[in-house]
């Protein structure tokens, strides 16, 4: 897995964040199995409860694409210390990518702290209690 390009990529990505309102731009880069990379970033919205995460933003467009099988996300911000994906982020990579996703978060030192989704999110809620009933 290339993570130096994935990181450029989540860097790339912050650049075109849409964060009018809180000033916070946030980048994410998505990898799949064969390499294939997907960028997000946040998405505001005046009317503030619509803003959409840029780990969403990924995920989402990986989605459509029709992507199903996933190796790591970076995501990056400028704050000084790393950015973890919010917990609403979470539970979509869990139904997107999966468990086992590595999440790579990237600090502006280039320092990258790196966590397996079922750390970030254990005892997730998914299809499988939807499907145990
Ligand atoms: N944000 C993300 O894009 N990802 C996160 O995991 C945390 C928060 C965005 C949402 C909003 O546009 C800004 O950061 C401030 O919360």
């Known amino acids: 897995m290339d993570i130096e390009l994935l990181k450029q990529k989540a860097l790339e990505a912050k650049e075109k964040a849409y964060a009018p309102y809180s000033g916070f731009h946030v980048g994410a880069a998505l990898m799949t199995k064969d390499g294939k990379i997907y960028q997000g970033a946040n998405v505001e919205n005046a009317s503030y409860s619509?803003?959409?995460?840029?780990?969403?933003?990924?995920?989402?467009?990986?989605?459509?694409?029709g992507e199903s099988e996933f190796e790591a996300i970076v995501i990056t911000s400028d704050?000084?210390?790393?950015?973890?994906?919010?917990?609403?982020?979470?539970?979509?990579?869990?139904?997107?990518?999966?468990?086992?996703l590595d999440v790579i978060l990237l600090r502006p030192d280039n320092k990258t702290k790196t966590f397996k989704l079922k750390e970030l999110l254990p005892f997730s809620f998914g299809s499988k209690q939807l499907n145990d009933v």
Do not use: H, Y
Request: proline share 5%; hydrophobic share 40%; glycine share 6%.
């Open 50 to 65: 619509l803003t959409v995460c840029a780990e969403r933003t990924a995920a989402f467009s990986a989605k459509l694409a």
């Open 79 to 100: 704050s000084k210390d790393f950015t973890p994906p919010c917990g609403a982020c979470r539970q979509v990579l869990a139904e997107l990518c999966g468990e086992e």
